[in-house]
């Protein structure tokens, strides 16, 4: 029998696993050889991946999208042959990487998705010296996922983080910065701005026209310049929602497999929701169909 690892975060979302374990072992051990590591604080499950990935076929996680973020952040320290497959339980506040995945609802059937759902091939962002799964983002309300206390998250979820936007509105920044890529570059002073390989970002769903493939070797590049009104923010969400560059040029979005961002001071980054650290010059490269990751139907 395949042998599987299977890592688990107690405390992620509204400790959702806890006393729910027992179901997802049973149809985790129905396929697999299982060995159970519960993580013990930030930066566990990298280690634990990096160092033991190559005792096992398949690595399945079960947090937030930061445990399933640190865990790819650990395989991609090994050479791309050693690393096993993934498989995703989420149980966060958001959940944000895991739309992209068609995955059922319950735990238990989630369990069953991870045992043996269809592996699939999807790009790493490679963010300076740092690796990243689906979005790095910079400016106005990005910091909300780590600095939202994890008490709050658990009451409201999704609405945590929209309350902390609302708050937000009226100290709004701008960042003077240019962006190169594909032999372009992009001037101006931008207060948000993702780099992202997914559907969703902070619980709100794209509905592109071109549709967002996360094998493509290719990024979704969003740069929003700052809303003076209300009419203008509204313009900005829906831009966003359609990965479209606005009319007006409040939104300019392209696709591109690497972008060099140069601002005038230093920005505050997150990876994947957590945070990546304050840099006036950033390199992000898409490293093309990195890891392999379960999907469900």
Partial sequence: MKK????????????TLRGRLAPILDALTEKWDVTVHPTRGAGDATAVARDRAGEFDRIVCSGGDGTLHEVVTGLMELSPEERPTVGYIPAGSTNDFAKNLNLPRTLEELAVVAAAGKPRPVDVGKFNDQDFLYVAAFGAFTD???????????????????MGVLSRLGSIKPYSMTVEHDGKVELGSYCLGFVSNTHSIAGIQANPGRPIALDDGLFEVMLVRQPKTLLQL??????????????????????????????????????DGEYG?????????????????????
């Fill in 234 to 271: 509204q313009r900005i969400l829906k831009a966003l929602t359609n990965v479209e560059s606005d009319d007006k040029g409040l939104v300019t979005c392209f696709r591109a497999n690497k972008v060099r961002i140069i601002s005038d001071q230093d920005l505050a980054w997150t990876l």
């Fill in 144 to 162: 909300l996922s780590y600095n939202t206390p994890q008490q709050f998250k658990h009451i409201f979820g999704h609405l945590a983080y929209l």
């Fill in 277 to 297: 650290g304050d840099h006036r010059v950033v390199e992000v490269t898409n490293c093309h169909q990195a890891v392999t990751i379960v999907y469900g139907a």
């Fill in 4 to 15: 599987l690892l299977f890592i688990y975060n107690l405390y992620a979302g509204k400790g």
